[in-house]
């Protein structure tokens, strides 16, 4: 296995001889408008892919995507993608991928096999109460595959009972989490917030966790740095990988 970040949720995979793209946000910087109703409104992507689209794009074998909120699916990825390729999503975006031209779209419903990899779907928070259920639904997924170790992508959610029971059904030896704290003006976190990331390495001893969907959308106000600093409070500095965009993360031996 090798996982690169490429900007925000944007991860390019290497898995059981796959390579999947997820989450691909392929847009130019400034692409998009503000997210409504949030701070620090400047224009969506607030920074440049690190490796044209092309490249990201280039020899993908599958694209997985935990939903279809702009940041993790938009229109120069759905542009971009070979409309026949194995798109691996939750139930409720099938009708959008297909009226995208998608022709292979395979909507996991519990779990799926493909090439060798289980795939299969967790569920999610992307924030509490009201604001939560407004931005349903998400999943996130486990990949397993024999010889390689487990990775859950737990995808846009916040610290929640989901999150905890994936990790006691799954055991992943790597976990992706979507950082970045983001928010609207009103309401709490939508995405992991520093302390939610805590609770995962405590939860998730033996796990690598990486944190990524930083830096990139307005919205989303903690930082690289800031997370770093309340990781090395909190004593996790070593569990815990926070990559730059373009960056291959480093997996730990154990992984
Ligand atoms: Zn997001």
């Not at 999947?20 to 998009?32: E, S, T, V």
């Not at 993608?81 to 139930?91: D, H, R, Y």
């Not at 992991?192 to 390495?201: L, N, Y």
Request: glycine share 8%; with cysteine.
């Amino acid at each position: 296995m090798r996982l690169r970040l490429i900007r925000h949720a944007t991860l390019l995979l290497e898995y059981n001889g796959q390579r999947f793209l997820i989450d691909p946000m392929l847009d130019n910087a400034g692409a998009r408008p503000a997210i409504q109703n949030s701070p620090n409104p400047r224009k969506n992507p607030l920074v440049e892919l690190p490796i044209p689209a092309a490249d990201v794009v280039r020899e993908v074998s599958a694209v997985l995507v935990t939903h279809t909120h702009s940041d993790h699916w938009d229109a120069t990825a759905a542009e971009r993608l070979p409309k026949t390729i194995p798109l691996f999503g939750q139930p409720e975006d099938e009708a959008k991928f297909r009226s995208q031209g998608f022709s292979d779209v395979r909507s996991v419903h519990e779990s799926t096999d493909w090439n060798g990899i289980t795939i299969a779907r967790t569920g999610g928070q992307h924030g509490k109460g009201e604001i939560g259920k407004a931005m349903a639904p998400v999943s996130g997924f486990v990949l397993s595959a024999k010889g390689e170790p487990t990775l859950y992508v737990a995808g846009d959610t916040i610290w929640c009972e989901e999150v905890d029971g994936a990790l006691t059904e799954h055991h992943p030896a790597v976990i992706v989490v979507n950082a970045g704290a983001a928010q609207f003006l009103e309401g709490g976190p939508i995405t992991m917030s520093a302390d939610d990331v805590i609770q995962t390495c405590r939860k998730a001893l033996r796990s690598q966790i990486v944190a990524v969907h930083m830096e990139s959308i307005n919205h989303c106000l903690l930082t690289r740095d800031d997370l770093a600093f309340q990781l090395e409070a909190a004593r996790l500095t070593g569990k815990v990988s926070i990559p730059q965009d373009g960056e291959w993360v480093e997996l730990c031996p154990a992984a």
